[in-house]
T-cell receptor, first 111, second 116 residues
Framework: RKEVEQDPGPFNVPEGATVAFNCTYSNSASQSFFWYRQDCRKEPKLLMSVYSSGNEDGRFTAQLNRASQYISLLIRDSKLSDSATYLCVVMYSGGYQKVTFGTGTKLQVIP | DAGVTQSPTHLIKTRGQQVTLRCSPKSGHDTVSWYQQALGQGPQFIFQYYEEEERQRGNFPDRFSGHQFPNYSSELNVNALLLGDSALYLC???????????????FGAGSRLTVL
């Protein structure tokens, strides 16, 4: 089983739609969780951290379920500019930081 | 405040050759990690450097080696290049002990290596 698993998609959604991505992780000792966004042929960039209580940043909402070992990202009112690959990132810090990426979920927002 | 810078941005090599990629971390960061990203895949961890030492390593052969300098900059060396080494090589810097989002991982734009 992969350490971090994501549905690769692609998710093709119309503008204005709500879309949700899930990500599961295998290491129950994982401590920090993030969503990164990667545009085609560009580097990944931090979208948002994921906190236990859930957190929101504008149209984006991230949630963490430690019991079931998954994190989610919800995008409301999708824009064309949201088209990208969304990478789930899990960090374990046991003396040093071990960061593991999912394979990414590709989102295509259609006019 | 400069972010992570990498060089070169693109390069073409032939099988069997050697390549060196360079990375300067974001100001205030002391840890450099290298990732390989093949087309359509997520970044795969190669290794991480802290205090000029390799602190952890992913599942990559010894052909992949690295170095960190006193100013925290880093190099990735790949010997005996194979066609399968063609990928985007990403450098990411961070600050050890800081798990806040802003300092977790900041990526450079990458070095795109093509092996013919």
């Amino acid at each position: 089983r992969k350490e971090v698993e994501q549905d690769p998609g692609p998710f093709n959604v119309p503008e204005g739609a709500t879309v949700a991505f899930n990500c599961t992780y295998s290491n129950s000792a994982s401590q920090s969780f993030f969503w990164y966004r990667q545009d085609c042929r560009k580097e990944p960039k931090l979208l948002m951290s994921v906190y236990s209580s859930g957190n929101e940043d504008g149209r984006f909402t991230a949630q963490l379920n430690r019991a079931s070992q998954y994190i989610s990202l919800l995008i409301r009112d999708s824009k064309l500019s949201d088209s990208a690959t969304y990478l789930c990132v899990v960090m374990y810090s046991g003396g040093y930081q071990k960061v593991t990426f999912g394979t990414g979920t590709k989102l295509q927002v259609i006019p | 405040d400069a972010g992570v810078t990498q060089s070169p941005t693109h390069l073409i090599k032939t099988r069997g050759q050697q390549v060196t990629l360079r990375c300067s971390p974001k100001s205030g960061h002391d840890t450099v990690s290298w990732y390989q990203q093949a087309l359509g895949q997520g970044p795969q961890f190669i290794f991480q450097y802290y205090e000029e030492e390799e602190r952890q390593r992913g599942n990559f052969p010894d052909r992949f080696s690295g170095h960190q300098f006193p100013n925290y900059s880093s190099e990735l060396n790949v010997n005996a290049l194979l066609l399968g080494d063609s990928a985007l090589y990403l450098c990411a810097s961070s600050r050890t002990g800081d798990l806040s989002g802003a300092n977790v991982l900041t990526f450079g734009a990458g070095s795109r290596l093509t092996v013919l």
